[in-house]
T-cell receptor, first 113, second 113 residues
Framework: DVKVTQSSRYLVKRTGEKVFLECVQD?????MFWYRQDPGLGLRLIYF???????EKGDIPEGYSVSREKKERFSLILESASTNQTSMYLC????????????FGEGSRLTVL | QQQVKQSPQSLIVQKGGISIINCAYE??????FPWYQQFPGKGPALLIA?????SEKKEGRFTISFNKSAKQFSLHIMDSQPGDSATYFC????????????FGTGTRLQVTL
């Protein structure tokens, strides 16, 4: 069974802290994504990666960075967390050449105080 | 800039009724239109998808209707069941961007007994 695992389901951080959100997939997928989900706004793409060490900005990259050192792992980094980054963060992966079929993790709910 | 507009935001349907969710897009380069289903506490999962070369696709009780000239597509859930209660997202992607999806804002469906 395919699986995307987000290591932290719930996090509470303080303003200004550095935050790491980790995502691991076991499907040997080339593509990995970080989305943010907010009520009334749907899912918005933060960053994505088509290959190891490769990254591209999505629609809302400001305040975020990513790292992909290994094919199976994609990390989202908040260099200095702010209250407006309180949200649900969803990681997803997909196979190259299979359009639109994303496999999502269960999400990481981040609260920044 | 909302490239995929989804309505309604929420929907209540009686068991056995038809649930209809609508989406409209602006970018004529979009060529793949999936629908995702998300249950509370879970990540979204692919439900059904369509390409613009067909006007309708049916899988069990779920049907996508596609109107290319109007740049609209909709999800119909026939004989709606309480187990269908979830949040539904439409999405779109364009050729050459692999699985990079632009999502709608979501519709929270509640099916009552």
């Amino acid at each position: 069974d395919v699986k995307v695992t987000q290591s932290s389901r719930y996090l509470v951080k303080r303003t200004g802290e550095k935050v790491f959100l980790e995502c691991v997939q076991d499907m040997d997928h080339e593509n990995m994504f970080w989305y943010r989900q907010d009520p009334g706004l749907g899912l918005r793409l933060i960053y994505f990666s088509y290959d190891v060490k490769m990254k591209e900005k999505g629609d809302i990259p400001e305040g975020y960075s990513v790292s992909r050192e290994k094919k199976e792992r994609f990390s989202l980094i908040l260099e200095s967390a702010s209250t407006n980054q309180t949200s649900m963060y969803l990681c997803a992966s997909s196979l190259r050449g299979v359009p639109g079929e994303l496999f999502f993790g269960e999400g990481s709910r981040l609260t920044v105080l | 800039q909302q490239q995929v507009k989804q309505s309604p935001q929420s929907l209540i349907v009686q068991k056995g009724g038809i649930s209809i969710i609508n989406c409209a897009y602006e970018n004529t380069a979009f060529d793949y239109f999936p629908w995702y289903q998300q249950f509370p506490g879970k990540g979204p999962a692919l439900l059904i998808a369509i390409r613009p070369d067909v006007s309708e696709k049916k899988e069990g009780r779920f049907t996508i209707s596609f109107n290319k000239s109007a740049k609209q597509f909709s999800l119909h859930i026939m004989d709606s069941q309480p187990g269908d209660s979830a949040t539904y997202f439409c999405a779109a992607s364009r050729a050459g961007t692999a699985s990079k999806l632009t999502f709608g804002t979501g519709t929270r469906l509640q099916v009552t007994l």
